[in-house]
């Protein structure tokens, strides 16, 4: 195996793209200011021996957000179990990124083999403003125009199961190679998007020896917004036969929620003996050297991605309640939030009370959340959503302020939520819920209970991962 087919940083923009071989400059570091002191360093993997698994991922930095996060967590930390992880991932000049946060970079273990391969990028075809592009586990695109319409009945319809497949045959090739020169005997393919499975798939009929795991951090066929993508009925058969190809293909699953283990199930009930439930969570290095402070004005914010599925109503109208009752109070948004529900906020809410924050590097996100009285989780408004579990939660139990969480009271969320005394819970329209619940945060009656959610921790949840792949030996 060369050396120089092995980054763990992404490739400089200012050179000439060489597949496997990305050259790897330096990522600047956050400025360190007195509320966002510099990131403690992150400890190379330890050279004690191990035995190598093979994660098969299209999200990695300089990408950001929580798909990314989980493995690269898992990377981190999966050393002291005994298990190498290797990464096989898009390259960057590739790659279709919905966001990037190149201070992701700095979180990659200084030893970690990162292979990166070339992909078609198939979006060009049909979705040329990056607006339209979902993230995994999330759809942004709520254009109802004609051409969007048509633009996401190509997607549904043309590129089954997602247009990320035009990394597969490249994956692929390297993935053959990477198993025969490290003699890898465990891959992991996580998704979305789901087409990777794909690849641990005929990878698994290559090398029947393997064992595979499909690590599946969202719905299939089943996600909420499936049916934005108009997909006919030959489109949706031909999608759930890949989903079911991989329930029945893999030696082991892992899902994030109890809720969407059930409903994989429902679909091949055969996989239910091979599920593991492993949340998302939270890495307490991240937050060393950052301040948690009490805000003198009463401060509630959100942070990620809106969509139009997220319904504010009843947030906004407690709020403006509330504002009414001269209640000091500045509720923030960080991220994107489509035109529409923006406008609808700044009609309701007094100017002074309402801030928009772009779309924040990880580090400056958590210290927005440690700025804060309450954080402000919601599950979007759809059929099946009480198995969604935001990545976000584990920082805002990390955290430790108080979480309104807007969405079914019955939720997996909702259960974390009151398991830890974290906060409450309320449907999208209690406006009296939820403004009870501010006002008991503001006056101290509610407190945020002392328990640590070390189940949460990243450290923690790659033992479980861990434990999967001692499991299939």
């Known amino acids: 195996m060369r050396s120089s087919d092995i980054s763990n940083k992404a490739p400089d923009h200012s050179k000439a793209s060489t597949i496997d071989t990305p050259s790897t400059p330096s990522t600047p570091s956050i400025p360190s200011t007195p509320s966002t002191p510099s990131k403690p360093s992150i400890p190379s993997i330890p050279s004690t021996p191990s035995t190598p698994v093979l994660i098969i991922t299209y999200y990695w930095p300089p990408s950001g957000g929580a798909g990314v996060q989980r493995w690269l967590k898992f990377s981190k930390y999966l050393p002291e179990t005994g298990w190498e992880p290797v990464i096989l991932t898009v390259d960057t000049e590739y790659a279709v990124y919905p966001f990037i946060d190149s201070s992701l970079n700095e979180d990659v273990p200084a030893n970690l083999k990162v292979y990166r391969t070339k992909a078609l990028n198939w979006f060009r075809i049909y979705a040329k403003d990056k607006s339209r592009i979902p993230s995994a586990g999330f759809a942004r695109n709520d254009d109802k125009t004609l051409k969007g319409r048509i633009s996401r009945f190509i997607r549904g319809n043309f590129f089954i199961p997602d247009p990320r497949r035009g990394w597969n045959r490249y994956a692929f090739k390297k993935a053959s ?14 998704g979305p998007p789901h087409s990777t499975h794909l690849i641990g798939r005929i990878l698994r009929k290559k090398h ?3 064992r595979w795991i499909s690590d599946l951090r969202d719905p299939w066929t089943e996600i909420f917004y499936y049916e934005q993508f108009y997909p006919t009925f030959i489109s949706r058969s031909i999608d759930r036969c890949f989903e079911k190809s991989v329930l029945k293909g893999s030696d082991a699953l892992i899902t994030v929620s109890n809720s969407f283990r059930d409903s994989f199930c ?15 969570g939270y890495d307490p290095q991240d937050l060393e050297g950052l301040a948690s402070i009490i805000p003198e004005r009463l401060t509630i914010s959100y942070t990620g991605t809106f969509s139009e599925a997220y319904p504010v109503n009843g947030l906004i109208a407690a709020l403006k309640k509330l504002t009414e009752k001269n209640t000091d109070l500045v509720v923030r948004f960080a991220g994107d939030v489509p035109g529409k529900i923006k406008h609808f ?7 002074q009370t309402v801030e928009f924050h772009p779309y924040m590097i990880h580090r400056q996100a958590l210290q927005f959340m440690l ?36 969405g079914p009271e019955d939720s997996d969320s909702a259960a974390i939520i009151d398991k830890l005394r974290a906060g409450k819970t309320k449907t999208y329209d209690d406006v009296g819920g939820i403004m009870e619940f501010i006002e008991d ?5 509610f ?23 001692n499991d299939l030996d």
């Open 345 to 351: 906020i700044t009609q309701q809410l007094p100017v």
């Open 371 to 406: 700025n804060s009285t309450i954080l402000v989780l919601l599950i979007p408004e759809n059929q099946g959503n009480r198995g969604i579990i935001p990545g976000k939660l584990f920082e805002y139990l990390a955290a430790k302020k108080a979480i309104l969480c807007l």
């Open 177 to 190: 190679a990477i198993i025969k020169d490290l003699e890898i005997k465990h891959i992991i393919t996580t």
């Open 208 to 210: 029947p020896e393997i």
């Open 266 to 280: 429902t679909l091949e009930k055969t996989a239910g003996s091979k599920f593991s439930v492993i949340a998302n």
């Open 447 to 469: 407190r945020v209970g002392e328990e640590n959610p070390v189940e949460y921790s990243r450290q923690y949840l790659a033992r479980r991962i861990a434990d999967v792949l």
């Open 441 to 445: 945060v503001s006056s101290g009656k």
